[in-house]
């Protein structure tokens, strides 16, 4: 397998030995590649003369393991993307290129006996330090610098000379930190993870903010390590702070911790995966890209803060962390703990099924601590000045002087404004399908990126005549200086993507919002991601009906979880907190479901809403997309490829040709088919199909590409 666009491996002739998942070098065109073996076995009838040779084993390395290889197989297979690209994404950079690698020898250094009798003399200051320690215990290299700098030039001298050894090194006994005293609920949670037999067994760990999950997972954590296994942490990309870092440390504090995630410098991943794969780290903690790490000795998975779309990679490798994360704890028969305040739809609906057995925390941590009082305000009533509500103004001017910290999260509804009338509350749905219809203002026109429907847009409301109909969730960026004109002695701090791109930026963020030098923090989703700002006493969402009358019928789903979590960071210590939502919608069933912080209520409704609709978990979902210098190509492009394939399509539904929700992006054009099935197989033997039609069909465009999204989660 090589790292190129193809599918299917290749076969060269090999005068070295080699074995399945060993890397070597080979050539390829006119370049030399790293490859990885599949199989040392010869296809049939092969002519030897016509193969290409092996140039070199890339041996410093043993071969990697079966079960990485079989998830890779799997994955491939899973998400109809090439074998050789997604063993290629899912290794460290450095193993992807044509070089060696070794495994550095950490093994320690001990004196033999006739190292114990040539004790160096006083005048030898630097090497009597290293023979006092060395003489009492054995020592790593690193070990050794701390009691001298020349560690490195006198350990080698001795080791040449026979007077020290390398030794096997052995784990120190596991040892933990303080754990503070669970409640009822933690506790009844913590006993049934402990109580179950070895084995697959998926558990959704549905807590509410504040409930302290992350304790749970450490107390089974604990379990796993002191059993001799190795421990998976999945967190969201955002989650990963030094913060909780510091807390696995403090608990753990002997066990060797190794993280994963894709800003590490390319040697401390390499050496965090291959401390773990040699099965010297007992945790890996780490974002989406950590799920692929191989562990040998693996006994326990967590995938924290489940519902979070950052486990799912939105270019190549189109691959769901969680769900990978899944089929690994199958493969490997061992316990998988999922945790969210609001879990996803698709965890929901497994419970619902028995395939995941659920565990609740309903209370918060800290015993005093209660939820937050959740109020509506009705923006068709309200006056409001600039955007805000009498009310909102004055809870926020009433913290400034109280001196206490407020959060202002406004939604940005991203880029599918959806007609509203503010008189009667239609908005603009697609005649045809369950889905909104968007508006595109430059061509005066709504229209359906599920199925292609377009119609002109309406002067006035359809329903009620109302001249005032006008797209949701207009105005954020004038919220934003609306809260500095009506607050100007206010010290405010913006979160969004921008200002947190840089490295150190959370830090920075962190140690400003606990000196107290911030009197509001304003932003958008960054906001809603478990974040601990400490005691926050206000919270104010702005905006937010965006995301109940969206294109993308995954919108309400997240607009819940948004919202809870944001809501979820006022008053998590003595004082409760107040948490103020702006609307036009008040009635909404969402709204309802949150001031009574009813999530199984909701999550109830919007299931049945998707089963009625067809939408997932219902159904199961792929995006076949194209993207062109221009629309028509890629539209053109994939309605030739639904003709030719129609008949193919047993029990699999084909919408579209529809432009994407964003058509534009890098100066090319995209457009998309979406293909459902109720049934999870017909579809895949369905998709099974298409790779080789569609790149047979795309070398007819110039400059054409596609590619397959399955189970997508932004449409
Ligand atoms: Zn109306
Ligand atoms: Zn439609």
Redesign the pocket.
């Known amino acids: 397998m090589v790292d190129l666009p193809l599918f299917g491996a290749f076969t060269y002739l090999s005068h070295f030995d080699v074995m399945a998942g060993q890397r070597v070098l080979v050539p390829f065109g006119t370049r030399q590649l790293c490859g990885v073996v599949v199989t040392d076995i010869p296809p049939e009838g092969l002519d030897d003369s016509q193969l290409k040779q092996v140039i070199q084993v890339l041996d410093g390395l043993p071969a990697l393991p079966a079960a990485f290889m079989a998830l890779i197989r799997f994955a491939a297979s899973y998400y109809h993307f090439p074998f050789g690209q997604t063993l290629f994404t899912a290794l460290p950079t450095a193993l992807r290129e044509p070089r060696e690698i070794s495994l550095p020898d950490e093994r320690p250094y001990a004196l033999t006996s006739a190292g114990l009798a040539a004790m160096p003399t006083a005048r030898q200051k630097a090497k009597m330090a290293l023979w006092q320690v060395l003489s009492e215990h054995a020592l790593t290299l690193a070990q050794a610098r701390k009691h001298t700098v020349q560690a490195s030039r006198i350990l080698a001298e001795w080791l040449a000379a026979g007077l020290v050894e390398r030794v096997e090194a052995c784990a120190p006994p596991l040892q933990l930190g303080n754990s503070p005293a669970l409640n009822a609920d933690q506790q009844a949670a913590l006993d049934a993870l402990m109580a179950t037999p070895d084995g697959f067994q998926p558990w959704l760990l549905h807590g509410i903010t504040g409930s302290g999950k992350t304790e749970v997972y450490l107390q089974r954590i604990a379990q796993s390590l002191l059993a001799g296994q190795q421990v998976l942490v999945l967190v969201p990309e955002i989650n990963l702070t030094p913060q909780l870092i510091d807390r696995f440390t403090q608990r753990f504090p002997v066990s060797r911790i190794a993280v994963q995630h894709s800003q590490l410098a390319e040697g401390e991943r390499l050496k965090g995966w291959l401390d773990a794969w040699q099965g010297k780290a007992d945790i890996v903690i780490g974002t989406r890209l950590s799920v692929f790490t191989p562990l040998p000795r693996l006994g326990l998975i967590v995938v924290d803060e489940e519902h979070d779309g950052s486990f799912k990679q939105q270019d190549g490798l189109r691959y769901h962390a969680r769900d990978l994360a899944i089929w690994r704890a199958h493969q490997a028969a061992i316990p998988i703990i999922l945790g969210s305040a609001t879990p996803s739809l698709e965890s929901v609906a497994n419970v619902a099924a028995g395939r995941y057995r659920q565990l609740k925390l309903s209370q918060r941590a800290h015993g005093a601590a209660r939820l937050p009082q959740i109020r509506l305000i009705d923006t068709r009533r309200a006056k409001l000045v600039e955007g805000l509500s009498e009310p909102v103004i004055k809870a926020v001017a009433n913290r400034l002087e109280r001196r206490e910290m407020s959060l202002v999260f406004i939604n940005r509804r991203g880029y599918s404004p959806v007609l509203a009338c503010t008189d009667c509350g239609w908005t603009s749905g697609?005649?045809?399908?369950s889905?909104r219809?968007v508006l595109h203002l430059m061509e005066r026109k709504l229209r359906?990126?599920?199925?292609?429907?377009e119609e002109a847009v309406p002067h006035a409301c359809p329903e009620c005549g109302a001249p005032d109909i006008k797209p949701l969730g207009e105005g954020t960026q004038r919220l934003e200086s609306a809260l500095g004109r009506l607050f100007p002695t206010a010290r405010i701090l913006r979160i969004d993507r921008d200002t947190t791109q840089r490295k150190q930026a959370w830090d920075e963020i962190y140690r400003k919002v606990h000196a107290g030098e911030v009197d509001m923090l304003v932003g958008t989703q960054m906001l809603a991601k478990g974040h601990d700002f400490g005691t926050l006493s206000l919270v104010v969402a702005l905006n937010a009906d965006g995301g109940l009358y969206s294109a993308d019928y995954r919108a309400s789903e997240r607009l819940f979880a948004q919202l809870t979590q944001v809501a979820g960071r006022a008053g998590r210590a003595e004082a409760p907190g107040e948490v103020l939502v702006q609307t036009q919608w008040p009635d909404h069933p969402l709204y309802q479901a949150l001031v009574a912080h009813d999530f199984d209520g909701f999550a109830a409704s919007l299931l049945e809403e998707r089963r009625i609709a067809a939408f997932p978990p219902t159904v199961y979902q792929a995006l076949l997309r194209a993207d062109a210098v221009e629309l028509a190509a890629a539209t053109r492009f994939l309605n030739q490829i639904r003709g030719q394939t129609q008949e193919l399509a047993e029990g699999v539904l084909i919408?579209g040709p529809?432009p994407a929700l964003l058509v534009r992006l890098a100066n090319r054009e995209r457009a998309q088919l979406v293909l459902e099935s109720s049934n999870r197989q017909a579809l895949h033997r369905f998709l099974d199909q298409l790779p080789p039609l569609l790149d047979t069909l795309a070398r007819q465009y110039r400059g054409l590409r596609w590619s397959l999204d399955i189970d997508p989660q932004e449409m």
């Not at 697609?430 to 399908?433: A, I």
Request: glycine share 8%; aromatic share 8%.
């Open positions: 697609c005649p045809r399908c889905t219809l359906c990126h599920h199925c292609g429907w919408s529809a």
